[in-house]
């Protein structure tokens, strides 16, 4: 436990980490409140309803695909008895790894007009002109729904999966003897049981479409993030940008509210669950189907972007291509490893304060550091420019006024202002793994060491450190490979001329030219792997009888 | 396949194999209509495999289970569902209630909807009145908006009797349902259930380690060991005549006393010599004796000249029927024990040594692991 003059310094330190960490948004916030009536009556006028209007529908059919899509594959996967159940077990989450602008760009490159799929179909039924045939649109509203859907469905997936797993199989038995079938057991007790989870994980696929960039910019649908990049480096218009991310902002906070509150709804657990699930035995047809959706999903959302991935790369991957990875690499690793090194020794700090701390509040400022997880890159980007821009100007002008040479952008335009964007979004990451880590550790070894005579960083040194050091890896770890993959805050932030492998991917995308860089893709996507690996180390298994 | 007969439940070679493993081998049971059983023996004996192949969440691989199907309908009364590993029955149409030992309550649901969960194809004027009956009889009235968690363990378990009889059901499967309530609770709710059971003239089957539960809950035990059956009956005649080394030492009707054939009328022991009214077959082997408490006493001789101590005074324990002795024996040859139980008014100290001597009674021995009663 801590003296009260360490105290009052950790103390001191967390908040400072903590608010630092926040400021950006508030300024943001407080610049986008105050812009003024003009600018909003004006993009009220323009584009703003329809920038709306396509945010919401977007956000809505995501969530209702992926609900879709994982509900039924956790269900499957956990009350039937079909077919590779093991295999596809994990599979499922792989879709994951792959970013929403990948298979965007695939896709489309496969089904448009001059894609093999309609080429194929042409020669087969010898179709002359499109007028010949109906062929449906990837590059709409609808096909950014799909292909963002394909990718996020996992977290409803996991999180259904796991409801279902942990619930009480006496529940289910119960029903049975009252009169319902196994069928009606699953929808009258299983999935309101599994509901609130299953709020949790829409959710969280909510944040992630209302941050996606790089999908609905190459799908061409305009969308709140996409308004804050055109407003930003097409217009240059600043004022704008920031009343656009904080409009993006409030909906944000409406997702985060919802996810509050499905946790909050998650209150019952039993005691000594019995895991003993009895799984519903499918006809043939039936396994046919439930087997066919899920290798479905796990087509389309991984193996078949990999394998256009893997066959572009083969095709026109050569030495100039590996020479030219080397340098973007090197500057994703470097804000990468920056990002993860900082974010990990600021969880440490927060999660040791809250855990030995005597304060009634000692858990705030891991709370309050954590929100970041919520707020959209390029949202995040647009804090970061409203907070350093100004602070850049009056630098350069008392440079100025000293007849000193001007420094330039040091802080909002430099790889400063990413990584602070970094150890924002990703605080949350490394504070709940740290946390979760530190939470195996009793509580007595705590005050073990005080009554052998030892001292507090003593105690930490050789006690806690030792014990935390896999959950700080893994913290690290996992900061490292988001960091790696994150784009659109990176878009907006770049110093100029510098690249990440990320931006690198999403610029030949846009210029249709993923062939050069499809080997940069492929180690984004095998990134993306490492943490999915380390969600499923901890498989649990359950016992299952066949009914 | 139905056809008559007078109990509610009968158990056929039953036997029940998973993973490969044999849970239960040829179980053969029979509850008539109205009767409380209780099920007992020490954990993984496979009481509660019993318990879910009787509900039909495990198939059994050889046997016949009847159930009576009485209820849902009065005219079906008589009726019987013969469920084979070729029929098989599923849970749902077995038309059985159970109690879970943690009551698996739907923590959606409230109390109201838990309890009509499953009557709600009834028309809601029946269910109406079930459920107010049932709320009455199980003193739960006022409590049909709470959720479970807002209940205490008491009224958690009356929720769960109270869902489970609402079918009516004919016979009712409880699983260790007393284990989750308060030591003094536990005797008041017994009784209670018990009344309530026999009111309705339910049948039930009730598993439990725990013995006393069934000599206050049940007309009938049944003694389970490695998926067999090793006694059943009423509990005041299993308790007299265990037929077998292990019901006696899991009932812990007594302590063990090694005895030795001498002749064909007396046994030798560390507390003297035995004779048994009945000319028995001779046998050399070292048997042990089932010595209750109260077979017991204080010799008259003990403390004078020609009294001679036997025992010593191992663990001295206050308990509501005096103090509570555990004793060893001076002997120090195969017919040497410890841990004999002995209740006495009179206070002793640890290490002093006593004449103890046994009354008449009704011996019952065993060759350990083996079934043999003599008397």
């Given amino acids: 436990m801590i003296e009260k003059q360490k105290n009052r310094r950790w103390r001191g330190a967390s908040y400072f980490i903590a608010l630092t960490l926040m400021i950006p948004v508030l300024v943001m916030l407080y610049a986008g409140i105050n812009a003024s009536n003009e600018l909003f009556i004006h993009l009220w006028q323009t584009v703003l309803p329809d920038y709306i209007a396509n945010t919401l529908i977007l956000g809505v059919f995501v969530v209702l695909l992926s609900v879709i899509f994982g509900v039924i594959s956790a269900a499957v996967i956990v009350h039937t008895n079909v077919v590779g159940k093991n295999a596809l077990r994990w599979l499922l989450m792989l879709p994951l790894a792959m970013p929403a602008y990948l298979v965007a760009y695939l896709y489309t490159d496969m089904f448009d007009y001059a894609g093999p799929v309609q080429r194929a179909l042409r020669a087969w039924f010898s179709w002359q002109s499109p007028s010949d045939y109906w062929f449906f649109d990837i590059r709409t509203l609808g096909g950014a729904s799909v292909v963002i859907a394909l990718v996020l469905f996992p977290y409803v997936y996991m999180l259904a999966r796991t409801a279902f797993e942990q619930q009480d199989q006496n529940l289910l038995r119960a029903s049975r003897l009252l009169g319902l079938s196994a069928k009606q057991s699953f929808y ?94 499918l006809t043939m047809i039936q396994q046919l189907f439930a087997s066919g959706f899920c290798w479905l999903l796990v087509i389309a959302g991984f193996i078949l972007p990999f394998i256009l991935l893997l066959f572009m790369a083969w095709q026109y991957s050569n030495i100039a291509q590996l020479q030219a990875l080397l340098p973007t690499g090197i500057n994703s690793i470097k804000i990468a490893v920056w990002a993860a090194s900082l974010t990990t020794f600021f969880a440490l700090l927060l999660v040791l304060f809250q855990r030995l701390s005597h304060d009634r509040w000692r858990a705030l400022p891991m709370n309050i550091s954590g929100f970041g997880y919520a707020i959209p890159g390029t949202v995040l980007a647009m804090a970061m420019l409203a907070t350093f821009a100004p602070i850049d100007h009056a630098i350069n002008d008392v440079a100025k006024y000293f007849s000193l040479p001007t420094p330039g952008l040091v802080l909002s335009g430099s790889i400063f202002a990413i990584i602070f964007a970094y150890v924002v979004r990703f605080a949350a990451i490394a504070n709940g793994t740290i946390d979760s880590g530190i939470k195996q550790i009793p509580k007595s070894i705590d005050y073990a060491p005080a009554s052998l005579g030892v001292g507090l960083f003593t105690m930490l040194r050789k006690i806690h450190l030792p014990l935390l050091k896999s959950s700080i890896f893994v913290a690290w770890l996992l900061v490292f490979v988001e960091a790696m993959k994150e784009l659109p805050a990176v878009l907006l932030l770049r110093p100029f001329n510098f690249e990440t492998l990320s931006t690198q991917v999403y610029q030949l995308i846009s210029d249709e030219m993923l062939e050069q860089g499809a080997l940069g893709a492929i180690l984004i996507v095998l990134l993306g792997l490492l943490p999915i690996i380390w969600l499923n180390r901890a498989k649990t298994g359950n016992g299952e009888e066949e009914v | 396949m139905k056809k008559r007969n007078s109990n509610q439940l009968e158990i056929k070679k039953l036997c029940v194999s998973l993973q490969g493993n044999d849970i239960l081998s040829e179980v053969n049971l029979s509850l008539a209509s109205g009767d409380i059983l209780g099920l007992v023996g020490p954990s993984g004996c496979g009481k509660s495999t019993l318990l879910n192949t009787i509900a039909g969440f495990i198939n059994q691989s050889h046997g016949e289970l009847i159930v009576g199907v009485l209820g849902v309908g009065e005219h079906d009364d008589g009726e019987l569902l013969i469920i084979t590993p070729e029929h098989n029955v599923a849970p749902e149409h077995r038309n059985i209630g159970m109690i879970f030992q943690d009551y698996a309550l739907f923590p959606h649901l409230t109390v109201e909807q838990n309890i009509i969960f499953g009557i709600n194809k009834l028309s809601k004027r029946v269910q109406q009145s079930r459920l107010k009956n049932l709320m009455h009889l199980l003193k739960l009235t006022n409590l049909e908006a709470r959720f479970p968690h807002q209940l205490s363990g008491g009224q958690q378990q009356r929720v769960a009797i109270a869902r489970a009889l609402a079918p009516q059901p004919k016979l009712l499967l409880l699983d260790e349902p007393f284990s989750n309530i308060d030591a003094r609770l536990r005797n008041e709710l017994m009784l209670e259930m018990r009344q309530l059971l026999k009111n309705l003239n339910i049948s039930a089957i009730f598993v439990t380690h725990n013995k006393d539960e069934v000599f206050t809950f049940a007309d009938k035990i049944a003694v389970m060991h490695q998926g067999h059956i090793l006694q059943s009956g009423c509990p005041a005649a299993v308790c007299q005549q265990p037929n077998n080394w292990q019901v006696a030492d899991f009932l812990q009707l007594g302590s063990w006393l090694p005895v030795k054939q001498i002749s064909s009328t007396q046994f030798q022991s560390a507390l003297g010599k035995i004779n048994i009214s009945k000319e028995g077959k001779r046998d050399t082997a070292l048997q042990q004796l089932l010595l209750k408490p109260q077979y017991i006493e204080l010799s008259q001789l003990s403390g004078s000249a020609q009294g001679k101590v036997n025992v010593r005074v191992d663990n001295i324990s206050v308990t509501e029927q005096g103090y509570h002795y555990l004793l060893s024996s001076l002997v120090v040859d195969e017919l040497a024990f410890d841990q004999l139980s002995f209740y006495s008014n009179e206070l002793f100290s640890l290490g002093q040594t006593l004449m103890l001597v046994i009354k008449e009674h009704k011996f019952v021995m065993f060759i350990p692991t083996t079934i043999q009663a003599a008397g």
């Fill in chain 1, 188 to 281: 009258k007790v299983a999935l309101p049981l599994a509901r609130p989870a299953i709020a949790i994980a829409a959710s969280l696929v909510l944040m992630e479409t209302l941050a996606d960039f790089a999908t609905v910019q190459y799908f061409a649908v305009n969308t709140l993030t996409t308004a804050i990049y055109d407003t930003w480096l097409g217009y240059n218009d600043l004022a704008s940008a920031n009343a656009l991310a904080s409009i993006l902002m409030l909906f944000i906070l409406f997702a985060v509210v919802s996810e509050q509150r499905a946790r909050a709804g998650q209150t019952y657990q039993s005691e000594r669950p019995n895991k003993n699930h009895q799984l519903i035995k």
